[in-house]
Structure formats: C-alpha cells, structure tokens
C-alpha cells in the first residue's frame, strides 16, 4: 500500500488472515519484534527500550546510542518545550534502530526515596508526571515512532515484582496512579501501553476488567496498542478478553497456537477477542508507517548527532537542582558575603575533584533504562577540557562504593584466546554430553536472559583462562541465579547450593553475593570454571524467568579494596582553593529489579565520611549529588553548597561545569519532596524491602503521596514536621519578583471551562535565569461540608519562564475542573462548592507563596472520566 490504509483497509487485511495467522500475531516472534505474516503483506515491527535513549536489540553492549537525562530529570526541569524537544531526538535515535516503537516514557509516580526505579519516571506528583510526558510523547510520535507509556499500573516497586500484590484504594488509584496515564490516553494519544508486573488488589492487570477494558479504552477512549511488560502477561483467556493486545516477549508461552485455538473451541474466547487484538497491532502498523513506506527493518546504526549532544547538554543542566549556595568561607574561618556558586574560574588556582563520581559519569541508572552510550562526559573530563592549562587539577575517588564487585575482566582470556569467558550450554541438567550452544562473554557474567539462542539450556558451564595482573589476596565475589559452583585450577572454592531468592534482583541488580578472598601470583595461571543449572522452583509466578541460567564472578584487587582512600582526598582537598565532592548512587544502586534498603549514600557511610572530612579539611566545599532520589545529607550543615544532578544523561559531566561555572543559571525544581529520614517518608513501612516476606505491600498512605503528606505533617511535631527540601524547590543564581496576580473564572456542571491565573514574573537578580511558577489548589475546609480526607492542595498549573536581567513577563496559568477534583469511591470525580484557595509559589512550602487568590465554585457537582 502506497498511501495510508484506511480504517476499511485494515478490516479488509484482517479478513485475509486465518485464525493462525491471526494466533501468531498476539505475541511477538522473538525478544524484540512482532510477527509477520508474509502472505496477505503485514510486517514484523521492532521495539526498543527505553525511556531515556534508543538502546536498540542487545541489553549489554550493544550498538551505542545518544543516552539523554533520565525522567527525573528532565521533570526536574519543568519545562514542556524541552521534554517535547527530547522526545524528537529519542524517536531519532529509535529509527537508527530499526525500531519505531520506544518501551517508554514511565510515569509511575515516585512512591518513596528507596525505589530503585524511581530516576525513570517522573516526579511524586502526578500531575508533573502527566503534563511532561504528554510533551515527550508528542515529541516521540511527531517522528512516526510510538510511545509505549508504561506501566500501567502501580509498579512503583521493584522488590518481588513479579508476584507481589499491591493493595491500593480505588481513591488512590485515580487520584494519583493512574492520574499520569489518564492526562496522556487523554491529550496525548499514546499509540502504545505497557501493562506492569505486580498484581493490583489480588489479581494482575491482564487477569481483571477493570484496568483494560473498563478503564483504559471505556473511559478514557484509548484507541491504542497495549502490550505486557516482559512476561507480564499472566493468562490466556481473561488477556485476550479484556484488552492486552500482545504477550511479550516471544515465543508465547500462553499464547500458543494450542492454548488460543482450545479457548475458542471451548468458547472460553471468540473470534472477536482475537481480531480486536490484531486490529489494534495493525493499526500501530500504520501508525508507524509499517504498511507503507517504513515496511523493513534497517540494520542497527550508532549515529552520534551534534545536535543531540547539544539538547542532552542543555536538558542536563536545566535540570539541575541548587538546593543550597551559602556564601563562600575562607581557611581561617572568615567567610565573603558571596555566596560560593557561581565559581569564577579566575580565582581558582587548585581545585581538588573528590568522590566516586569524579571519573564514573553516571549519566543513566540500572536495568532496562541502561544503554551503550555514544560515549559519556565525566566531571573530571569536564572540567579537564572546560578549564585553561593555568587551573591545576587533582582528583581523589574518596571512596568505595561497589553493591556489586565488578565482573571480573583483566586477565581473563578464554579458550578461543579472546578477552573474557566463554560459555557452554548443555542440554543435559549435569553437563554430560555435547554443549549445543557455545558463546562468549567479555567478561566474568553470563545469562541466557532474553538470549533466543540458548534457549532450553539446563545447565552450562561458563570458563576463563585468568592471569593475574598483581599478586594479592584478592577479592572475590560470586553468585547463580539457580544452584551454581565456582572451581579455580579444578578445586571446588565457593558453591551456591541454592537458588537466589529474588531472582529479577539477581539478574539486574545484585543479590546476596558470597564475598571470601582468594590469592593469586601475578603472572601465574588460573582455570577459572563456573558451573551453573536453573532454579528448580523457578521463583516466580510469572514466565520469563523460567529456567533461566546466570551467574557472576566479581573481583577488586586487594590493593584497590584496602588503599587508604579518604586520606588521599582529604589531602588533596586542603591543598586546594576549592573542592567539589562527586557523591551518590550508580547503576548498581538504582535499577530496575531492586529497591534500596536506605536513603543513606552508599556504602556504609563511605561518602558521607569523605564529604564530611573533606568539608573539614577545605571549607570551600561544593557538593555535587548524582541520584534519581532523594538521599539523606547528614553533613548539610557544614557545606556551603550542594546541587543535585540527577542521571543527566551522556554530557552529565558538561552539565555540571556549566552550572558550577555560571555559563547556565540552575533553573531545576524538585520533582519530589526531600524528607529529612527515610522514617519520615509516608509509605515507611510499607514499601519494597520492608515488607519483603510479606507478599503483599499495602499502600497505607492512600493519596498522600509526597508533598500531599508532607503539607499535613508542616509544623507539626517535635521538628516541626518539615521537609528537608520541599517539592518544586530549587535556587536560581538571580531573584525573581511576582506582581499583580489575577484570578479568573470558576466551574460550574457544564464542564468546560477554565480557570486562569495571571501573574508578572520579573528577573531582579544581575544575570538571565528561569523561573518555574507553580499553583496548587487547596479545597475548601471540610467544615465547610467539603469531601473528606483531601489533602491540603494539589499542584495544578506550573510554567516556566526564562527571563533576561530586568525583563519581566506576564504569565498564565490555566487549569479546568479536573485540579478542583476529588474521587469519591464507587462514583465518580466530585467538584466541591464553596471557596477554594490557590496560591501561586515557587515551591511546595508555604515560606514560598508568592500570591493566594480565592476560587468560588457556587455549587458542588459530579461528573465521570
Ligand atoms: C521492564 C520494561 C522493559 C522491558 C523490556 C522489563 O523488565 O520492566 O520497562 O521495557 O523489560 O526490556
């Protein structure tokens, strides 16, 4: 077809298939594409992860690709122009993929500060959530390359993903769960939907009618394709029935031919269910241009684009947050009235670079959201090539912080005589016989995860011929998905005898490593041999970790594990005019498949001990924090100034010169609240790993999800109940000034109307710098017969404003009856009457309200999504 089918079309090639042709469409074929069916002409499609850069077939070391800032941080940067903008670039970077559907945006909200997954979604707030992915996904889409908003719903956790089930109220499910994906379906016409793992109140989302159909396409009119994570699709019957188009990955497991064709002929399932399905596959089809000028699928290309580098740059930095700029102290304890940030680099003759973070550019978090990147820019690079040959640099690591031991790489050779392992896949469960798949691995881990070729394996042995580099009692660590064994020289020296008990944990993040030191000669020969089987219980109800084999051999030199690191950074750092201190997470601590134990940096305190010595040591401290969460600062105090960078993507690094330095005025917001203790957070207790065992996490703090509770704890309690930072607060290198703010309009029954809210934003401050206004709605006292139990305001419009020294804009800030709404259990959305409070602020905090205008609602009315 030369021109887009029409709607007639469609229906007409789907009258060309048989029910098997159709069969073989509701799954994909392999890992990462749908099926074709050659015969009548339609298509195989490819998707690639994932939210923050194209990844393309391969999860590890694969064909590189533009790494942009992950969702918290392009929320963080408040800005709906640069979201759109990102969501351009990434369908850019998804066609030199082949793929022309990208596994993202997440808008999950961020339930509390130890979800492993929360860098890639937005914010806590879901209103932020929805209205910057409604940007992204324009943007994507506006390329022909589908957004697959993901994951609907309620995967805010990723301990025992799989089969926890997540009791959440029907209140909180629509007033913030499902409230992003709702914004989306609604103005943004996602051509995709990724259904998520947990069960939700007891059933998963693909085994109950409320989500697919009654929700998602009743309500809201998705007219789109929705697809199960991976693995996620947890039935045959009640799936197909109730709206998941398509079970991935391939080759079905519930989907087979025997399964869909023994439902229909038991009339479990018609015909109907299946052709629905794969009307809406071809209608992505040509949503994507798949039946007509896109209908191959281009080999993978790494394209490094000047222009991109140049947006992941800007994004970056805009969405750094300054959480603190206090003015600068000198050695003898004298301080300037400056305050420190902006550096000028003139007056630096000797910065001292500390931290972990230094030379890692930790540009993206763990798990799906990770890629090849084109390449990355670390601080250090950063200031390297920033600064002139007269600033000297010294920089310092400063301390460990491994979850992980690193797989171990030097001096591993295997037996074709290439760098690395090599792995024997046998089909026999103890390793008799011939291997039927040989393949080999840079380094010292192995799974068959989503690998087509070593499907069926039972047990394998993964081998290395290892020269050590240095003589040492070295450390090691090792651990097996299923029962694994490790033997150096033929000598059995660790043995897991069990399966892990997480296994997604295992496989993207780490999990209970067996650490024990072993000494080796340098130069000296050593047959390293891992043997490895699967899970005899497969520990998981779901399919896709099915005996699956993976194993890990990790390794720091006992030089590396025992040198004296935090006295080399202080040491630098008192000789230097400045220190900046690199701290926080990286790609083991933050993933997808764990959550944190903890909002304390790792590990065991090692960077909390070096920010506080080398503050000790140099007063003039800057701290740089690079987490997708919110992390506990127990040396605050002490510092003059901290920014937080997030995962900005591959020019992290240039992103924080550039604000340190003052080339860019920070503008970032925080996208959530920053509690003091991980105690205070309103799900404690109840989130991830401290309800492990329980199976079933209970969402206890119903809508109060972020700043929502922190508003009813403020002023409060023994430390009067405060935030260490609030939601959207962030420091600018100038001053704003907000004058004659306006309210107009109300809503009444009828529905469409809007209400306005006018303000004059002027930059007061010496440099150009952006401000993001922001309005929250508070309801009306309940005394005043207004629904019970709400929190005390909701953000409901925000804007942001880049202004030049001087200049002032006048704004506006619309909002329509969906702000002024609250859920009422078994009916619908409720507007109260009577008078409602909106303050217009530069944060969440009330010590940030610029302006409160009164919103009169005469009357209470009801109305349905
Ligand atoms: C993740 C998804 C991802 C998919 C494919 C799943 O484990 O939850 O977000 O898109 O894998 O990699």
């Known amino acids: 077809m030369a021109t887009t089918p029409s709607d007639g079309d469609l229906a007409a090639l789907l009258g060309q298939c048989t029910i098997e042709e159709k069969i073989s469409l509701l799954s994909l074929k392999n890992v990462w594409e749908t099926a074709a069916v050659d015969r009548v002409g339609i298509p195989s499609l490819k998707f690639s992860d994932g939210p923050n850069g194209a990844r393309g ?37 998804a066609q030199t993929k082949g793929a022309y559907v990208l596994l993202g945006p997440t808008v999950c909200c961020h339930r509390s500060p130890v979800g492993g997954r929360n860098f890639e979604a937005f914010s806590e707030d879901p209103f932020v959530s929805g209205a910057l992915a409604i940007e992204y996904i324009r943007g994507l889409q506006s390329e022909r390359v589908a957004a697959t908003v993901k994951h609907y719903v309620a995967n805010e956790q990723d301990t025992r993903r799989f089969t926890v089930n997540e009791i959440v109220s029907e209140r909180a499910l629509r007033e913030i769960y499902l409230k992003p994906f709702e914004m989306v379906v609604k103005q943004a016409d996602p051509w995709c939907v990724m259904t998520s793992y947990p069960k939700v109140n007891g059933a998963h989302i693909d085994a109950q009618p409320l989500f697919l159909r009654d929700i998602l396409q009743k309500e809201w009119g998705f007219n789109g394709l929705v697809m199960s994570d991976w693995g996620a699709t947890s039935n045959c019957d009640d799936s197909l029935k109730y709206g998941l188009d398509v079970e991935t990955p391939g080759p079905a497991k519930h989907r087979t031919r025997d399964n869909v064709q023994g439902s229909l002929a038991a009339g479990r399932i018609t015909e109907k ?7 809406a596959l071809l209608k992505l089809l040509r949503h994507t241009g798949k039946l007509t000028d896109r209908k191959d699928t281009p080999a993978e290309q790494a394209i490094d684009r000047p222009e ?12 750094i947050v300054l959480l603190k700029n206090d003015s600068s102290n000198s050695k003898d304890g004298s301080q300037t009235k400056t305050p420190i940030l902006p550096v000028d680099p003139a007056k630096c003759r000797k910065i001292a670079l500390v931290g972990p973070l230094v030379d890692h550019a930790a540009a993206h978090g763990g ?46 050779v295997n037996r074709n005589g290439n760098a690395g392992f090599i792995a024997d896949y046998y089909k026999t469960p103890d390793l008799s016989g011939e291997p039927f ?94 043997e490895s089987v699967p899970s005899p219980t497969n520990n998981a109800e779901l399919h896709l970790l099915e005996n699956l084999i993976a194993a890990h051999l990790g390794f720091v030199s006992q030089a590396d594990m025992e040198v004296d690191l935090l006295a080399e950074a202080v040491g630098l750092a008192s000789e230097a005019d400045l220190a900046v201190c690199f701290v926080g997470n990286t790609a083991q601590w933050e993933t997808e498949g764990q959550d944190m134990a903890e909002m304390a940096l790792p590990a065991d305190g090692s960077q909390d001990q070096l920010v506080a010595a080398v503050v000790k040591a140099n007063p003039n401290t800057i701290v740089v924090v690079t987490t997708g969460v919110p992390v506990a600062l127990p040396w605050l105090d002490q510092v003059p100034a901290v920014l937080q960078a997030w995962y900005a993507g591959q020019e ?69 109940g405060e935030v260490l930072f609030p939601f959207g607060f962030g420091l600018s290198y ?47 006292a309940e005394s005043e017969g207004a629904g019970a139990g709400r929190p005390p305001k909701s953000l409901v419009a925000f804007e942001k404003l880049h202004l030049q020294p001087g200049e002032s804009k006048r704004t506006q800030l619309t909002f329509a009856r969906d702000g002024a709404a609250y859920w009422v259990e078994g009916q619908a959305w409720r507007v109260d009457g009577g008078r409602h409070s909106v303050t217009l602020a530069t944060s969440s905090s009330p010590r940030d309200v610029k302006a409160t205008l009164d919103l009169d609602i005469k009357e209470a009315f009801d109305f349905s999504s």
Not at 308 to 319: E, V, Y
Request: charged share 20%.
């Open 57 to 93: 077939a391969d999860f590890f070391d694969g064909t590189t690709a533009a790494c942009f800032p992950a969702c918290v941080s392009l929320a963080a940067t408040f800005d709906r122009d640069l979201c759109r903008r990102v969501g351009v670039a990434l369908g850019q970077e």
């Open 273 to 279: 269910d299946v052709d629905d399905r794969v009307l």
């Open 308 to 319: 991109h580098r140049t947006l992941i740059r800007q994004a970056g930095a805009a969405g």
């Open 367 to 412: 798990g799906s959201a990770s890629l090849n990147c084109h390449y990355k820019v670390s601080p250090y690079e950063a200031f390297k090539s920033g600064l002139g040959a007269d600033v000297e640099i010294t920089t310092s690591k400063g301390a460990n912080i491994t979850r992980a031991y690193p797989d171990l790489e030097a001096g591993a």
């Open 437 to 530: 798949h040989t393949e080999e691995y840079p380094r010292g881990a192995f799974t068959t995860l989503m690998n087509t070729s070593a499907v069926g394996a039972k047990s394998a042995r993964f081998t290395s011929t290892y020269t050590a580099p240095t003589s040492g009692t070295h450390y090691l660590s090792f651990s097996g998905l299923g029962p694994s064994k490790l033997s150096i020289n033929g000598e059995l020296v660790t043995e897991q005898p069990r399966e892990l008990r997480d296994s997604m944990a295992f496989l993207l993040g780490v999990q209970d490593e067996i650490r024990f030191q072993h000494t080796f000669v340098a130069g000296k020969v050593y047959e390293l041999v891992i």
């Open 652 to 720: 992290t690094g240039n992103a924080i010169f550039d604000t340190i330095f003052g080339a860019v005025s920070p503008s970032g917001k925080l996208p959530v609240s920053w509690p003091k203790r991980y105690e205070d957070s309103p799900c404690f207790g109840n989130f991830g790993l401290d309800s492990y065992d329980s199976q079933v996490v209970e969402y206890v703090e119903g809508v109060n999800v972020g700043y929502r509770h922190f508003d009813r704890t403020y002023g409060k309690g023994a430390d009067g």
């Open 734 to 780: 100038t001053s704003f000034a907000f004058a004659d703010a306006v309210l107009e309009g109300t809503f009444t029954k009828t529905g469409d109307e809007t209400v306005t809210v006018s303000v004059t934003v002027t930059n007061t401050g010496a440099v150009a710098g952006s401000e993001t206004v922001q309005l929250y709605l508070a309801p009306p």
